[in-house]
């Protein structure tokens, strides 16, 4: 049996309770990838008004930097990621209202940061 038939077999919370396999969600998501411009990076003052943004829609937004994702709900988890100049960040998108969130995250990033 190949992969893909077991797939189509099973859905993917059974093979991950089966295997103890980690699956990303194969759902639709939006992602953003962004190389910080700003001279001090993501720090206090941009983390809180990007946590003020976010908050705005029900969608789960996270930040992540080097393999580690962080919500983007939370202060202490953007500041965490120690993001600097240069460096590139993803924001991945997922609920009902991703489309919006990600025009609205997508333009704040590129405005402020």
Do not use: W
């Amino acid at each position: 049996m190949e992969v893909i038939d077991i797939i189509r077999e099973y859905d993917v919370k059974d093979l991950y309770s089966m295997y103890g396999m980690i699956f990303q969600d194969f759902g639709k998501y939006a992602e953003f990838k962004y190389v910080v411009t700003d001279p001090e990076g993501i720090h206090a003052r941009p983390a809180g008004e990007l946590v003020k943004a976010v908050k705005a829609f029900s969608s789960d937004i996270k930040i992540a930097k080097g393999g580690k994702a962080m919500n983007c709900k939370a202060i202490f988890g953007i500041m965490g990621l120690a993001v600097k100049k240069g460096d590139e960040v993803t924001l991945t998108f997922e609920g009902a209202d991703e489309d919006a969130a990600y025009e609205a995250v997508s333009k704040f990033m590129q405005e402020t940061l």
